[in-house]
C-alpha cells in the first residue's frame, strides 16, 4: 500500500513560486513513476509533470514547461514540483499520484493518490 502527503500550497502573487512536496508512504517508492496534476473548478483533472521511477523519463504539460520542475529524491520517499512564474492560470487543486509499470501520464493509469493541495495565483 502506497499513501502520499502533499504540501506547499498557499496563495501566492502572479509572477510568484511554490515548490510543491509529496511524501510516500512505503518501502518500494524508488520503483514508482510519479506525477503532478491539477484540477481546476468545473474542469478535468489534467497531467501537468510525470517522472519515471530512475529520473531517466520526465514530461511537462506543455502549458507549464518552461516554468515547473519535476524532480525527486528516492531517499526521501519525496517528489517534488518546484513552480515559477506563476499565472492565475495554475490555481487549482494540486495532487500527486503513483503507480508501478510504464511511464504514464493518464491520470486514469494511476493509482495511488493524495488528497491534495490548494494553489491559488492572484493577479
Known amino acids: 500500500q502506497v499513501q502520499l502527503l502533499e504540501s506547499g500550497g498557499e496563495l501566492v502573487q502572479a509572477g510568484g513560486s511554490l515548490r510543491l512536496a509529496c511524501a510516500a508512504s512505503?518501502?518500494?517508492?524508488?520503483?514508482?513513476?510519479a506525477g503532478w496534476f491539477r484540477q481546476a473548478p468545473g474542469e478535468e483533472r489534467e497531467c501537468v509533470a510525470a517522472?519515471?521511477?530512475?529520473?531517466?523519463?520526465?514530461w511537462y504539460a506543455a502549458s507549464v514547461r518552461g516554468r515547473f520542475t519535476i524532480n525527486r529524491d528516492n531517499a526521501k520517499n519525496t517528489v517534488y514540483l518546484q513552480m515559477n512564474s506563476l499565472k492565475p492560470e495554475d490555481t487549482a487543486v494540486y495532487y500527486c499520484a503513483a503507480r508501478y509499470g510504464d511511464f504514464d501520464v493518464r491520470s486514469a493509469a494511476y493509482g495511488y493518490w493524495g488528497q491534495g493541495t490548494q494553489v491559488t495565483v492572484s493577479s
Open positions: 512505503g518501502r518500494t517508492f524508488s520503483l514508482l513513476n
Open positions: 517522472i519515471s521511477s530512475s529520473s531517466s523519463d520526465i
